[in-house]
């Protein structure tokens, strides 16, 4: 139906936008850890857990896509 197709593009530009959210958190962190590698280990460890978290964000939207 029309409104199927409505919704589903709504979802597929929603997931492009997570994943292009994500993708840029990804690029942020890493030039981060990069920078300041004598960080806390805690604060190395935290900027970690967030990329992965980014890249697990990624793998899931990709079904909607």
């Known amino acids: 139906s029309a409104a199927s197709d409505?919704?589903?593009?709504q979802?597929?530009?929603?997931?492009?936008m997570m994943i292009d959210g994500a993708n840029m958190g990804i690029k942020s962190i890493t030039e981060k850890l990069n920078?300041?590698?004598?960080a806390e280990?805690?604060?190395?460890?935290?900027?970690?857990?967030?990329?992965?978290t980014c890249e697990k964000l990624i793998q899931?939207?990709?079904k909607y896509l």
């Open 41 to 52: 280990k805690e604060s190395i460890s935290l900027a970690k857990k967030f990329e992965k």
């Open 11 to 16: 979802t597929s530009k929603i997931a492009e």
């Open 6 to 9: 409505v919704y589903k593009r």
């Open 35 to 38: 920078r300041y590698s004598e």
């Open 60 to 62: 899931d939207m990709k």
